[in-house]
């Protein structure tokens, strides 16, 4: 298994969530974010309420959880053995559906889940 290929597949997985997130919501005008802010919010600076977003977004977005909760698992468990203890490669493709991913997002994750049970099932 590589350990350290796995981890930097995770790493990137949830980099490329959160910069795809993030420049989303910057090319939202001003209004529109304010819609989904708390009204104490609505005077703070625009940096501020998209840092605000991404926060939100680190803690509600489901599959980046899960993302994050493998990486976890696997930088502190010595005992990692299987990929069935992570959350994330174990998805059952309706909840994709559910969380709106396309069927070129679906297709897109399912190479990151090929790469990383390549990585484990190395040598």
């Known amino acids: 298994m590589d350990k350290l290929r796995i981890k930097d597949l995770f790493r990137n997985k949830i ?31 625009l940096n501020e309420k998209q840092e605000y977003l ?6 509600e977005n489901t599959l980046l959880i ?3 909760t493998d990486l976890d698992l696997i930088n502190s468990n010595e005992h990692f053995n299987s990929l ?4 994330s490669i174990n998805i059952d493709p309706r909840e994709f ?4 991913f396309s069927e070129s997002q679906i297709e897109e994750f399912n190479n990151f889940i090929e790469k990383v049970q390549s990585a484990f099932n190395q040598s």
Not at 84 to 87: A, F, G, I, M, S
Not at 97 to 100: F, L, N, V
């Open 84 to 87: 069935d203890q992570l959350k």
């Open 97 to 100: 559906e559910g969380m709106g």
């Open 54 to 59: 991404i926060e939100r977004f680190k803690k």
């Open 66 to 68: 899960k993302l994050q």
């Open 15 to 45: 980099d490329f969530y959160l910069n795809e997130f993030s420049n989303r919501i910057t090319k939202l005008p001003n209004w529109k974010i304010n819609q989904t802010l708390p009204s104490s919010l609505h005077d703070s600076t």
